[in-house]
């Protein structure tokens, strides 16, 4: 009879139960970084459909930044966060019923910010308003990546506001 590995007769059950507690946790932790590993990949697919920028003008700082704040979205209030930069004209998403939409189109000139119904009830109309129109306008005519990081920023702080208040009227 062939046997593989050493003949252990006068090992203990206590070192065999060893053997196995380490075999198990040698699988275990191979799954959790096989897992995490996943998660991280998907992650990254997800975003470049989400950050779709046709003209590879936003630097990776940008890019982070509009990733980080989609994370963010997703994460407190379950909206999805779509830009699409194009070249000639705008594409929007099939859904937008619970989408943030920033669409820029270069060379003719528009631009389109769509909020979900959620944050247009939910933020000021005058920020949404203004946001939808005259920033639009703003945003095509300066240097339109910094523009675009700029409105993130300011939208952010907006939502920041609302979850200060909410946090003041539930306490």
Known sequence: MLRFGPIRKDSSPLAGLLRTTGVVIVFFIAGLLFWKNYEHTLEQIISKQNIYDETKTLNKFQRNLLKDFARYLKKTYGINFVVNIR?????????????????????????????????????????????????????????WPIALVNGIKFIYKELKELENEYKKTTN
């Open 87 to 143: 070249k000639k004209e705008l594409k929007y998403p099939k859904n937008l019923t619970n989408t943030l939409f920033i669409g820029i189109g270069i060379e003719k000139k528009e631009c389109k910010i769509w909020f979900p119904v959620l944050l247009k009830k939910s933020l000021p109309k005058d920020f949404v308003d203004y946001m939808e129109g005259s920033y639009c306008k703003e945003l095509l005519k300066n240097t």
